[in-house]
């Protein structure tokens, strides 16, 4: 299983919170859905840090079967509109969007 990451690495505006969460839920996330060959898709804001750690207003986490269905998905048509949308959503954001792909294992709470 392969998890593409996009963390938003930076802060919200202030007072522009809700607005930001509400249009994440709003106008994103059903983009984000249609994503072919998306699994799953999560949403993390974020609420704490270590001192001293960077900040990250959100991470958005979308599991695919394979790194071809990763493929698939950055050439569809859907995630070029996310991506303008989002141009729309970084106006209550100050910082930088980066994306990193994982292999995801799972393990059970006793390692299997």
């Given at each position: 299983?392969?998890?593409?990451?996009?963390?938003?690495?930076?802060?919200?505006?202030?007072?522009?919170?809700?607005?930001?969460?509400?249009?994440?839920?709003?106008?994103?996330?059903?983009?984000?859905?249609?994503?072919?060959?998306?699994?799953?898709?999560?949403?993390?804001?974020?609420?704490?840090?270590?001192?001293?750690?960077?900040?990250?207003?959100?991470?958005?986490?979308?599991?695919?079967?394979?790194?071809?269905?990763?493929?698939?998905?950055?050439?569809?048509?859907?995630?070029?509109?996310?991506?303008?949308?989002?141009g729309?959503?970084?106006?209550?954001?100050?910082?930088?969007?980066?994306?990193?792909?994982?292999?995801?294992?799972?393990?059970?709470p006793?390692?299997?």
């Open positions: 299983m392969i998890i593409r990451y996009a963390l938003f690495e930076g802060e919200i505006h202030p007072g522009k919170e809700a607005e930001f969460r509400a249009f994440v839920k709003e106008r994103l996330v059903p983009l984000w859905t249609q994503f072919p060959g998306a699994q799953e898709v999560r949403v993390l804001d974020g609420l704490e840090r270590d001192a001293g750690a960077p900040v990250y207003a959100m991470a958005l986490a979308i599991r695919y079967p394979d790194m071809d269905a990763v493929t698939a998905a950055l050439k569809s048509d859907v995630r070029f509109q996310s991506r303008d949308v989002t729309e959503l970084l106006t209550m954001f100050t910082g930088k969007v980066h994306h990193h792909i994982f292999a995801a294992n799972e393990y059970g006793t390692g299997n």
